[in-house]
């Protein structure tokens, strides 16, 4: 296998480091020489949203059969945890791409689940970089 003989360093931003930790879990044949986290979370479980972004979580996740909420949420989301405003260009991409996601992905942020079992026993490189303002990753790794 190719990968074997690669250094590979994975790299999660928001849900993707959960998807990060999930691969390296169920593949553990493949080596993994670090990891890098973009405001993700390890451990969902237990945790409150700031309420500020409840009511656009709610219209994504319970779109209620209408396409219209599901991108005033994700725009309400993309305006509302940025420090400082996004380029029109970085605005358009990011609401483009989360339009085209699945609709599975997109509750996949509010399903409950902790991978800190399989976090603490990890012995690579770990990098997890978290915004002072962010408003939805708190400070706090578990």
Known sequence: MIFKEKKIVLVGWSTGTP???????????????????????????GRELNDKVVPYFLNIVNPQDNFGEVISGLDGIYRSTSFKPLSDELYAFFLGNSVMAPYEYSIS????????EFYITLNIPTLHIIGE??????????
């Open 19 to 45: 998807v990060s930790l999930n691969f390296m879990k169920n593949y553990p044949d493949i080596k993994i020489v670090g990891l890098v986290s973009v405001a993700g979370f390890v451990n969902n479980t």
């Open 109 to 116: 942020a509010v399903v409950p689940y902790s991978l800190m």
């Open 133 to 142: 303002h962010d408003i939805i990753t708190d400070m706090n790794i578990n």
